[in-house]
Structure formats: structure tokens, C-alpha cells
């Protein structure tokens, strides 16, 4: 008997036999996406170093003549830098406060039908738009918007009201990108969500329901509460790129029509037309730089109010 609890304290100190084999089979797996990580999200750092060269293609990297700060002086003292700016964060912020409403409303419906396969139905039907590309999604946009065969049109002359030029009304602008912007990205958001509400004991709304609590009651006290964790973590994420706007949308559903610029002209955009008439790797380099330190203390910052709030809501 002696002899087994000593084998037994053996094994526990040295292992399993084959333990080690196991061992780095697991770690085998993790070969490649550590080498993807590396080389697409590590080595680009060094291109940092771009921001603060007048970049030349036929010197290179090293090569061009540092020139410090003026990459972000000349972004900074630029006429369009508080319209472009304006529009980046107002649009941002508008899409982050809408497309949560939209996707935990959406998954709070989905929870609450019993139909498993009509659930999965509906879900399916919601996170198709997220795989397309904004290419198609303008083509789809401009099928509804043109002014002389677009449905939208058709359908307002059909009740006796005048056709719009849409793509000549910038006011018009904010609302449907948000539209489209919500129905992107609500079928993937809210499916988070869903699997978040999935987790929550029946035993709650059990006693709920003993207690007379109606569906709205429910989901104001349990339903609302138990996710409310995820709502700010994902919040804080999206936070993070606030500062950044999403060029495929911008650029491709507006059609890069000049006289939506007053509400359309992100930061994004106004680089890459600057980009494409100068040429200029550099500045585009400093922008994007500054992006990501703006985003990155944003992230700190709305993480440690969070978390002042009440310690579960924070991030890390």
C-alpha cells in the first residue's frame, strides 16, 4: 500500500508518463497563430517610424530625412481638420449608442421566443450584412437612394410627395449611415449578447413570474443587470476606435460625392484623397499613429470610470 501512495506522490511530482509529448502538441497548435500575430501585428511597429520621416519611396524606411513633429503639425493646422474631426467622433458616437440599443433589444426579442429554429433563422438572416463588403452594400444603397430609378423615390412620388436627390443632401447623410451602419453590425453584436442572456438562471425569472413581474419588469431588473458587464466591455472596445471611422463605409455608401463632405468627411477619407493627390506616407503614417495613441487612452480612461462605477464593469 505503501509502495502505490509513493508511486502515486511520484507521478504527481513528475508528471504523467507522455505528459511532456502532450504537452507540446497543445503548444504545437499555437505555432501559427503566434507566427500570424508576430508578423502582421508586430513587425508593422517598426513602420511607426514613418510618422516622423518625409517619406521617399526610393530611400526607403531608413532611408528618408526625419522631419520630427510636422507630419502632425501639418494634420493639426490643416482648414478641414475640425469639420473632419467633428464628423469622426459625432458619427462614432451616434453609431456606438444606437447600434448597442438596436442589438440588445434584438437579442432580449430573440431570447424570448420560445422557436429554437426560428431563433436561429432570424439570426442567420441578421448577421448575413456583416459578411458583406461595403461594395456591395453601396450598390444596395444606391438601388434604394438614386434619384431617378431609386425605390425610395418611387415609393414617395407613389404617395403624392416629390422625388429627393439624395446624394446632393448632406443633412440626410448622418441618419442613413447610422441606418446602415445598425443593420452591418446588430446581427453579430446582438448575437454576443444572446449567448450572454443564455446564461442566465432560470431560477430568476422563475420568481419573477411567482412574483408578477411583467416581460418589461424582467428585463429591467434581471435581464438588463446580468448583461449589463458585457454592455460596458464591448462599449470600451468600440470606444477605442471612436477616434477612427470605418473608410469602407464612408467612402464607398456617400459614393466620395464632394458635396456630402460637410457630413461625410471623416479623418479617414480626408488622408486617403490627400494620400492619392500627394502622395504623402508620411502624414497618413502620423494620422494613423495618433489614432491609435487617442484610441488606446480613451480605452484607459473610460475603463477606470467604469470601474469607479462599480468594480465587475471594467475591462482589465
Known amino acids: 500500500m505503501n509502495v502505490q501512495l509513493q508511486k502515486s506522490k511520484r507521478r504527481l511530482i513528475d508528471g504523467y508518463p507522455g505528459q511532456l509529448t502532450e504537452t507540446m502538441q497543445l503548444y504545437s497548435l499555437c505555432v501559427i497563430p503566434v507566427l500570424l500575430v508576430v508578423i502582421f501585428n508586430y513587425l508593422p511597429i517598426i513602420g511607426i517610424i514613418i510618422a516622423f520621416k518625409d517619406y521617399r519611396f526610393n530611400l526607403g524606411i531608413f532611408g528618408s530625412e526625419w522631419v520630427g513633429f510636422d507630419n502632425f503639425r501639418i494634420m493639426l493646422k490643416t482648414k478641414d481638420f475640425v469639420t473632419i474631426t467633428w464628423n469622426t467622433l459625432s458619427l ?3 453609431f456606438i449608442v444606437t447600434g448597442t440599443i438596436a442589438a440588445v433589444l434584438l437579442s432580449i426579442i430573440l431570447f424570448e421566443v420560445k422557436s429554437r429554429t ?30 431617378e430609378y431609386g425605390i425610395l423615390n418611387k415609393i414617395l412620388i407613389g404617395i403624392g410627395m416629390k ?6 443632401e448632406p443633412n440626410a447623410w448622418p441618419g442613413i449611415l447610422t441606418v446602415a451602419n445598425i443593420w452591418k453590425n446588430v446581427g453579430m453584436d446582438s448575437v454576443i449578447y444572446y449567448a450572454a442572456l443564455m446564461g442566465i438562471e432560470n431560477s430568476l425569472f422563475e420568481a419573477a413570474q411567482v412574483d408578477g413581474a411583467s416581460k418589461f419588469r424582467q428585463a429591467k431588473s434581471i435581464i438588463i443587470p446580468s448583461i449589463m458587464p458585457l454592455i460596458v466591455i464591448m462599449t470600451i472596445l468600440k470606444i477605442g476606435n471612436i477616434f477612427r ?36 506616407m508620411g502624414l497618413s503614417s ?31
Open 286 to 316: 502620423a494620422v494613423g499613429l495618433m489614432q491609435s495613441v487617442i484610441g488606446l487612452v480613451l480605452v484607459i480612461c473610460t475603463n477606470y470610470a467604469s470601474k469607479k462605477i462599480d468594480k465587475d464593469f471594467g475591462l482589465f
Open 92 to 94: 462614432n458616437f451616434i
Open 118 to 147: 426560428f431563433t436561429k433563422a432570424i439570426q442567420t438572416l441578421v448577421i448575413t450584412p456583416y459578411f458583406l463588403s461595403w461594395v456591395i452594400a453601396s450598390y444596395m444603397v444606391f438601388a434604394f437612394l438614386n434619384s
Open 245 to 280: 471611422a470605418d473608410f469602407g463605409m464612408f467612402y464607398q455608401l456617400t459614393r466620395n460625392v464632394g458635396v456630402l463632405y460637410s457630413k461625410t468627411d471623416v479623418i479617414d477619407t480626408y488622408i486617403f484623397r490627400t494620400m492619392r493627390v500627394l502622395g504623402d
Open 163 to 168: 422625388e429627393v436627390n439624395w446624394y446632393s
